[in-house]
């Protein structure tokens, strides 16, 4: 039952995280602060998906996240090499 709570309190936060994160992207300035937010956002997509995978019992949710994580990665550093050079692929 505690287990539970604390499932949904988990979802919650990483919801309001999600949220705080598309509103700083929405709101930011420089395009550095909004690749940042999306970084983070993608961080905390991955923590929901983990966090549903152990609320419905299955393994395809951690897998999902694994794939998500090195999406987000690769994305992110090549948006920021963008940033720096101009171009990606040398």
């Not at 919650?12 to 300035?29: N, P, Q, V």
Request: hydrophobic share 65%; aromatic share 14%.
């Amino acid at each position: 039952m505690i287990l539970e709570y604390a499932i949904w309190f988990a979802f919650a936060c990483f919801g309001a995280a999600i949220m705080m994160c598309l509103w700083r992207i929405i709101t930011a300035d420089g395009v550095g602060t909004r690749v940042l937010a999306l970084d983070t956002m993608v961080i905390n997509t991955i923590a929901l998906m983990i966090l549903y995978g152990l609320d419905q019992g299955t393994e395809i949710f951690f897998e999902a996240a694994m794939i998500i994580a090195m999406l987000g990665f690769v994305s992110t550093v090549a948006y920021a090499r963008f940033m720096l050079r101009g171009n990606i692929i040398e």
